[in-house]
């Protein structure tokens, strides 16, 4: 039985040894190679330091030797930490002084450097008798179990201070089996990575290629900036598996790119991350006719995901995307205020997630973790912890799937009735031509806007009245505001602090 | 038919609307990459506005660093596409 992560790559490397495993640009690894450059990281990052369980911040752009730090780390006994090199210097200092004693690993020139000390992998490779590095390595994996850490990655906290999310080797082998099977993974596969290490996306990227032994391309940023090159690349390399966040299929559904590149070769579409827009869900149905289309749902806490729909026959008759149902090993309980379990259809209320994959809670924090992670209502006879998303959804009658409708904190109360903004985008993105839409609450106005976008980046003259048709009165936006293009965060997600300010500016 | 100049100012007009940086200057030779803050969903929109505010078609393999540099590129582009305006 699989104990530690870094076993998918003992195995495979001894499959492929000669397969390439990452392609970045110009450059490209076999198996064997990478095994090669990890474990002599991971000897000396053992012999160096004499550290186990502890974080190795992996501070460096995404490529191949971010690979070999996050697997060297790994088989030194340690917890890697990806980061974001361009994060603003005071969050970098937050994130680090929230780890405590932790190391540094950087790339340079020929390998790496750390806390000082340099870790030339020429050299390294030349004088260490590989065979007595991976006897060392071993030994000391012997020690490891499976809750021990994988990985931390920080999430943004609403105090302003970075969240290290802990998540263990038996929550990322648990998901990555689900995946493999679920979705039918096979060796053949050819993986385009988009999402930056430091989120958490990018772990099924990585462990998909180091458990079937599939090729892992790293998308470069400027193909994500002129996305026809994007595509170009997709084609030309045979990209048949994506995990992408909705906001990269949606422009790339704007500049219709799916008509005008034969992009045939993607049979398994993923996304997550945030809502997905219907109107885009369909056009992608339309021209990838057999693809198989997947939506997926879980926050840095949970390992990856524990939600997902594969859509089929029943998408031309959606009104909503769903998030769907529970992955394997994931519970979902929905928690209405007090706490209480909801077992009735229609109602809104916290999604809550129990199970494996639930990240034993934030590193150094165990005040946030108490609150975030509580025993399970109604479970006194043993200890059972879930996670509170803060994401507010219900399970419909209709179809028995899970749908979100917003956040917690996007919920807002006006003439006495609860409103979730979620609802009202939801309803706008019916609306034919309607690309993306997102509600905001002027507190200080007590006014809802609705900012939208559009195919033709056209203003919808008709948006207000035609959304009347799914929307009560009191929720009705006070505004509907046409944008050619949406501010976003550092992640790709919608900039509702920008749109509340843009308001501001508005105004004044 | 619309000049090169004429075509310049439209696309200035709309990159400030669309990508306000106050207090920075935009000329015609600004480098709209790496001084203009210019994301994906920028490029997205840029290329839909020169295809409605100009009737062209703006060809996908031609999205791309050379043509997006600055506002004088995106107008040389445009009046190429419209058959040599200029």
Redesign the interface.
């Given at each position: 039985m699989q104990r530690l992560a870094i076993e998918y790559l003992i195995n495979t490397r001894k499959r492929f040894p000669d397969k390439t495993a990452i392609v970045d640009g110009k450059e490209s690894i076999t198996f064997g190679e990478l095994w090669r450059r990890s474990i002599c990281l991971g000897y000396w990052l053992r012999t160096s330091f004499n550290a186990t369980n502890m974080p190795v911040v992996v501070s460096m752009p995404k490529s191949i030797p971010a690979v070999v730090a996050i697997l060297g780390i790994q088989l030194s006994g340690n917890i890697y930490v990806p980061i974001d090199v361009d994060s603003p210097p005071a969050r970098k200092k937050k994130m680090l002084d929230k780890l405590g004693p932790h190391l540094v690993l950087e790339s340079s020139g020929e390998g790496f450097t750390c806390a000082g000390s340099e870790c030339n992998m020429e050299e390294l490779a030349a004088s260490v008798d590989l065979e007595l590095a991976e006897e060392v390595v071993a030994a000391g994996l012997e020690q490891r179990i499976n809750l021990d850490p994988l990985y931390i990655i920080f999430t943004s906290g609403t105090t302003g201070t970075p969240k290290g999310v802990t998540i263990t080797n038996a929550g990322v082998i648990n998901y990555i089996d689900w995946v493999v099977e679920t979705y039918d993974v096979t060796g053949e596969e050819i993986i385009g990575s988009q999402a930056p290490f430091f989120f958490d996306n990018s772990v099924l990227d990585i462990y998909l290629m180091l458990a079937r032994g599939c090729t892992l391309h790293l998308l470069r940023t400027?193909h994500?900036?002129?996305?026809?090159?994007l595509?170009?690349y997709i084609r030309e390399n045979m990209v048949s598996f994506i995990f992408f966040v909705p906001?990269?299929l949606v422009?790339m559904t704007?500049?219709d790119?799916f008509s005008?590149?034969d992009l045939s070769c993607l049979a398994k579409v993923l996304f997550a991350g945030e809502a997905m827009p219907l109107n885009t869900l369909r056009y992608l149905r339309k021209h990838l006719p057999r693809a198989l289309l997947s939506n997926l749902y879980g926050p840095t806490e949970i390992t990856v995901d524990c939600i997902y729909w594969i859509f089929g026959e029943e998408l031309e008759h959606l009104e909503n995307v769903p998030l769907g149902i529970p992955c394997r090993n994931a519970e979902i309980i929905l928690l209405d205020e007090n706490g209480d379990v909801v077992t009735e259809p229609d109602t809104v209320a916290e999604i809550c997630v129990g199970g494996i994959g639930v990240s034993p809670g934030y590193w150094n924090d165990l005040e946030r973790t108490r609150e975030a992670f509580i025993q399970r209502p109604a479970q006194g006879a043993y200890r059972s912890i879930v996670y509170k998303t803060g994401d507010l959804g219900y399970i419909s009658g209709k179809d028995n799937l899970i749908y979100m409708v917003g956040r917690k904190d996007h919920q807002i109360k006006r003439q006495g009735y609860r409103i979730e903004l979620g609802e009202i985008e939801a309803a706008f993105n019916l609306l034919e031509e309607i690309t993306q839409s997102c509600a905001v609450y002027d507190d200080a106005r007590k006014e809802i806007l609705l900012f939208y976008t559009t195919f033709?980046?056209?203003p919808k003259e008709d948006a207000g009245r035609k959304a009347r048709d799914y929307l009560p009165a009191y929720m009705m936006p006070r505004r509907v505001i046409h944008l050619?293009?949406?501010p976003?965060t550092a992640n790709g997600k919608i900039d509702r602090g920008a749109l509340r300010s843009y308001t501001d500016s508005e105004h004044s | 038919m619309s000049n090169i100049t004429d075509i310049a100012a439209r696309i200035k007009d709309f990159i400030e609307r669309e990508f306000p940086q106050p207090g920075a200057e935009l000329t015609l030779s600004t480098n709209l990459l790496e001084e203009w803050f210019i994301d994906s969903l920028g490029i997205v929109n840029t290329t839909l506005f020169l295809e409605s505010a100009f009737g062209i078609e703006v060809r996908r393999a031609d999205i791309n660093a050379a043509n997006f540099r600055s506002i004088e590129t995106l107008a040389r582009y445009v009046a190429e596409r419209l058959g040599g305006g200029g």
């Amino acid at each position: 039985m699989q104990r530690l992560a870094i076993e998918y790559l003992i195995n495979t490397r001894k499959r492929f040894p000669d397969k390439t495993a990452i392609v970045d640009g110009k450059e490209s690894i076999t198996f064997g190679e990478l095994w090669r450059r990890s474990i002599c990281l991971g000897y000396w990052l053992r012999t160096s330091f004499n550290a186990t369980n502890m974080p190795v911040v992996v501070s460096m752009p995404k490529s191949i030797p971010a690979v070999v730090a996050i697997l060297g780390i790994q088989l030194s006994g340690n917890i890697y930490v990806p980061i974001d090199v361009d994060s603003p210097p005071a969050r970098k200092k937050k994130m680090l002084d929230k780890l405590g004693p932790h190391l540094v690993l950087e790339s340079s020139g020929e390998g790496f450097t750390c806390a000082g000390s340099e870790c030339n992998m020429e050299e390294l490779a030349a004088s260490v008798d590989l065979e007595l590095a991976e006897e060392v390595v071993a030994a000391g994996l012997e020690q490891r179990i499976n809750l021990d850490p994988l990985y931390i990655i920080f999430t943004s906290g609403t105090t302003g201070t970075p969240k290290g999310v802990t998540i263990t080797n038996a929550g990322v082998i648990n998901y990555i089996d689900w995946v493999v099977e679920t979705y039918d993974v096979t060796g053949e596969e050819i993986i385009g990575s988009q999402a930056p290490f430091f989120f958490d996306n990018s772990v099924l990227d990585i462990y998909l290629m180091l458990a079937r032994g599939c090729t892992l391309h790293l998308l470069r940023t400027d193909h994500f900036l002129f996305l026809p090159t994007l595509a170009e690349y997709i084609r030309e390399n045979m990209v048949s598996f994506i995990f992408f966040v909705p906001s990269v299929l949606v422009s790339m559904t704007r500049l219709d790119l799916f008509s005008h590149y034969d992009l045939s070769c993607l049979a398994k579409v993923l996304f997550a991350g945030e809502a997905m827009p219907l109107n885009t869900l369909r056009y992608l149905r339309k021209h990838l006719p057999r693809a198989l289309l997947s939506n997926l749902y879980g926050p840095t806490e949970i390992t990856v995901d524990c939600i997902y729909w594969i859509f089929g026959e029943e998408l031309e008759h959606l009104e909503n995307v769903p998030l769907g149902i529970p992955c394997r090993n994931a519970e979902i309980i929905l928690l209405d205020e007090n706490g209480d379990v909801v077992t009735e259809p229609d109602t809104v209320a916290e999604i809550c997630v129990g199970g494996i994959g639930v990240s034993p809670g934030y590193w150094n924090d165990l005040e946030r973790t108490r609150e975030a992670f509580i025993q399970r209502p109604a479970q006194g006879a043993y200890r059972s912890i879930v996670y509170k998303t803060g994401d507010l959804g219900y399970i419909s009658g209709k179809d028995n799937l899970i749908y979100m409708v917003g956040r917690k904190d996007h919920q807002i109360k006006r003439q006495g009735y609860r409103i979730e903004l979620g609802e009202i985008e939801a309803a706008f993105n019916l609306l034919e031509e309607i690309t993306q839409s997102c509600a905001v609450y002027d507190d200080a106005r007590k006014e809802i806007l609705l900012f939208y976008t559009t195919f033709n980046r056209k203003p919808k003259e008709d948006a207000g009245r035609k959304a009347r048709d799914y929307l009560p009165a009191y929720m009705m936006p006070r505004r509907v505001i046409h944008l050619e293009r949406f501010p976003l965060t550092a992640n790709g997600k919608i900039d509702r602090g920008a749109l509340r300010s843009y308001t501001d500016s508005e105004h004044s | 038919m619309s000049n090169i100049t004429d075509i310049a100012a439209r696309i200035k007009d709309f990159i400030e609307r669309e990508f306000p940086q106050p207090g920075a200057e935009l000329t015609l030779s600004t480098n709209l990459l790496e001084e203009w803050f210019i994301d994906s969903l920028g490029i997205v929109n840029t290329t839909l506005f020169l295809e409605s505010a100009f009737g062209i078609e703006v060809r996908r393999a031609d999205i791309n660093a050379a043509n997006f540099r600055s506002i004088e590129t995106l107008a040389r582009y445009v009046a190429e596409r419209l058959g040599g305006g200029g």
